[in-house]
């Protein structure tokens, strides 16, 4: 079955450079979420997009900025990269704002 | 504010004994409980979920009791295997607002020694 794409899986960005990660949903899920998850921490909730528009939104930074795509992909611009941004991101996804969350494999960001 | 307290931090058990990781939650709107699994360096991956009108559910091995007046509601996993070693993680939300965001409890690393 289908899953979460995520790309890149890993990432090496200096301070104060810039990122975008990618995420393509689980065909057919109109729903994605994105969190950040730091060593040995839980996921922590950074926005969420339904049908192309903003949902919800967590302790998103300002410097960070995420779309959903008319192909439902979605993708999250990080600027001005902190060393405290180094973290696993993680996408989900799901079918109309379903409870059930799906997540990829996430991608590994370290900043230097 | 950690608006979901899972413990214990870690848990080592012997293959074969039970495992059991707690949480407990403040939020009465939530309605919707899953535990998720994650190895590292992968997702977490949905492993069962429970709704508040239901007070146990089972899945094989696993077995999620929920006690709606007391908001706790915890994981058993019986005859724990080696493959079970990972962090689990309970989570919650509620289907009310713009959507079903997870809020995750801080997790629980599980060693399961052979």
């Known amino acids: 079955a289908a899953g979460v794409i995520q790309s890149p899986r890993h990432l090496i960005k200096e301070k104060r450079e810039t990122a975008t990660l990618k995420c393509y949903p689980i065909?057919?899920?109109?729903?994605v979420y994105w969190y950040q998850q730091g060593p040995g921490q839980d996921p922590q909730f950074l926005i969420s997009f339904y049908e192309k528009m903003q949902s919800d939104k967590g302790s998103i930074p300002d410097r960070f900025s995420a779309q959903q795509f008319s192909d439902y992909h979605s993708e999250l611009n990080m600027s001005s990269l902190e060393l405290g941004d180094s973290a696993l991101y993680f996408c989900?996804?799901?079918?109309?704002?379903?409870?059930?969350?799906?997540f990829g494999s996430g991608t590994q960001l370290s900043v230097l | 504010q950690q608006q979901v307290k899972q413990s214990p931090q870690s848990l080592i058990v012997q293959k074969g004994g039970i495992s059991i990781i707690n949480c407990a939650y403040e939020n009465t709107a939530f309605d919707y409980f899953p535990w998720y699994q994650q190895f590292p360096g992968k997702g977490p991956a949905l492993l069962i979920a429970i709704r508040p009108d239901v007070s146990e559910k089972k899945e094989g091995r696993f077995t999620i009791s929920f006690n709606k007046s007391a908001k706790q509601f915890s994981l058993h996993i019986m005859d724990s295997q080696p493959g079970d070693s990972a962090t689990y993680f309970c989570?919650?939300?509620?289907?009310?607002?713009?959507?079903?965001?997870?809020?995750f409890g801080t997790g629980t690393l599980l060693a399961v020694q052979p």
């Open positions: 989900a996804s799901s079918f109309e704002g379903n409870e059930k969350l799906f």
């Open positions: 065909p057919r899920h109109d729903t």
């Open positions: 989570a919650a939300s509620n289907g009310l607002g713009a959507t079903n965001k997870l809020i």
